[in-house]
């Protein structure tokens, strides 16, 4: 570890809640029930299963290191050009390549307490300073939010990049357009403004709005999207951030040539064609989020606000009892002790069989 630069030895590589791998080996597929990483049990389009088959006779060929196939659908899908188009191994991998690119020793980071956790390791691994702004209070409407206006207060003269993330994990919250146009107004030109809508899609509250149509007018917005949540396509690792043509030429400069592979680019397009899939999609997860975030209540604890595919729910004190018991009854939830909210777990949204294994076990854990 010594060998690494100064800036990569403090890092500590992602932790993913569990094994899954060992636990998967302990559980009859059939029992485990898995709510930890925020996946979406309604599944891809049918038509991602046909433009799987038809990328495995090409699998000696190398993608396309473009991805232009996908840009032009996206592009037309956006109402965006193809020059503001970047595609990522996962949003993941483009929000550590901001940092990278642009973040440094003297180029910081702002984010929010409890603000999505790659951004601070983005923020480490690009050896930048980084500040995290203070939350939205507990007894807020979003509870433990992004303040906007404290985070426009965190932006001081050597500040590079903003990373914001609407809705926002953990803690499902989110803000309204209005809210980001003033803050944005209130953004220096030279600071770039990550808007992180990996769970956009999802979102129905009417003060909401996407950041994509308001890049065309700031040069300093960068908007990332991603294929793993509403388009089910976590295993395959898509996702693409829309930005000015000048940002995204620097990025393509970092970009490794064939970072989405053949079956993602393929597999991204045909998920993207089928807009009724997606839709069926959002409104599975809404029904249950909303059922499932009753009986939660209804069982007596705080469960947070969310327009996501998850809920964020304290337990108290009782919540790594309560975690352990479940892990060894086959409900895995994501513990939430790394982002200093050890009272909480992240529970995803499951279809109804997993919703109501995850009750009846939380019922046994709790009694
Ligand atoms: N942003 C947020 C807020 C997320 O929750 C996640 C995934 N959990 C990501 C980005 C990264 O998703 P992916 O790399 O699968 O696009």
């Keep these: 570890a010594g060998l690494a630069q100064p800036a990569i030895r403090g890092l500590k590589a992602y932790d993913p809640g569990h094994d899954l791998v060992a636990l998967r080996r302990g559980f009859a597929p059939d029992v485990l029930v898995e709510l930890g990483s925020n996946e979406n049990p309604h599944g891809p389009s049918p038509r991602v299963r046909e433009a799987l088959l ?41 929000l550590m390549q901001f940092g990278q690119a642009f973040a440094g020793p003297d ?45 426009a207060a965190a932006i001081g003269p050597d500040t590079r990049l903003v990373y914001v993330a609407n809705p926002n994990n953990p803690t499902g919250t989110w803000f309204g ?77 970092l970009r490794e040539s064939f970072n989405l592979n053949m079956a993602a680019l393929a597999c991204a397009e045909a998920a993207l064609g089928d807009e009724a899939h997606l839709h069926d999609g959002i409104r599975f997860n809404r ?24 809920l964020l729910v304290e337990f108290g004190e009782a919540t790594d009892a309560i975690e352990a018991r479940l892990r060894a009854a086959g409900v895995v939830l994501r513990p939430m002790g790394g982002y200093g909210l050890g009272d909480c777990l992240r529970i995803t949204v499951g279809d109804d069989d997993e919703n109501a294994r995850l009750l009846q076990a939380l019922d046994g854990a709790r009694a």
Excluded: W
């Design 54 to 94: 038809a990328v495995a006779g090409e699998l000696h060929r190398y993608p396309d290191p473009r991805g232009g196939d996908l840009k032009r659908a996206l592009a037309a899908k956006h109402g965006v050009a193809e020059p503001q188009l970047l595609l990522g191994n996962g949003s993941h991998e483009l």
């Design 177 to 253: 357009a209005e809210a980001f146009a003033a803050f944005l107004a209130r953004v220096p030109r030279e600071v770039l403004v990550v808007v992180d809508e990996a769970y956009a899609e999802f979102v129905d509250a009417p003060e909401y709005a996407s950041a994509l149509p308001l890049v065309a007018a700031h040069p300093n917005l960068i908007v990332t999207r991603t294929f793993s949540k509403a388009y089910a396509l976590a295993g395959l690792r898509a996702g693409f951030a829309v930005a000015h043509p000048g940002l995204v030429a620097v990025m393509e400069r």
């Design 287 to 310: 029904e249950r989020r909303e059922a499932l975030a009753d009986a939660l209540r209804h069982r007596g604890v705080f469960v947070f606000p969310s327009q996501t595919n998850f």
């Design 107 to 151: 180029a910081g980071i702002v984010m929010s307490q409890f603000g999505f956790a790659v951004y601070a390791i983005a923020a480490m691994a690009a050896g930048a300073p980084l500040v995290q702004a203070p939350c939205l209070p507990r007894d807020h409407p979003m509870p433990r939010g992004h303040d906007l206006d404290a985070i």
